[in-house]
């Protein structure tokens, strides 16, 4: 199956950056859209971004402008450059791949079915 293994978290000051890795090994060709999620202490864990077969993004709102999701196929490694970060932006951040779905758009939504996940990587802002 999909392995996922995230990298790149840290902590860093305000208004800072990072950039969050996630390599994927195994059958990647069966996954279809891949997504950054992140879960701070006592929340529920929440989409970031999503990235589409197609190559179209999606974006939760506080994070418009300032984060971006990319892929390197080439590398089977998923991006997500993060800047002007914010306190609340620190959380363990999650990667997830899933096949392609009729019922499901690519958006990173709640309830979203992701079959794989990476054990994430913690990101610190203060």
């Known amino acids: 199956h999909v392995q996922l293994v995230e990298s790149g978290g840290g902590s860093v000051q305000t208004g800072g950056s990072l950039r969050l890795s996630c390599a994927a090994s195994?059958?990647?060709?069966?996954?279809?859209?891949m997504a950054w999620y992140r879960q701070a202490p006592g929340k529920d864990r929440e989409g970031v971004a999503a990235?589409?077969?197609?190559?179209?993004?999606t974006y939760k709102d506080s994070v418009k402008g300032r984060f971006t999701i990319s892929k390197d196929s080439a590398k089977n490694t998923l991006y997500l450059e993060m800047n002007s970060l914010k306190p609340e932006d620190s959380a363990m951040y999650y990667c997830g791949a899933r096949m392609r779905d009729p019922l499901w758009r690519c958006r990173a939504a709640r309830d979203e079915p992701f079959q794989y996940w990476g054990r994430g990587t913690q990101v610190t802002v203060s």
């Open positions: 195994g059958p990647t060709y069966i996954t279809y859209c």
């Open positions: 990235l589409d077969g197609d190559g179209s993004t």
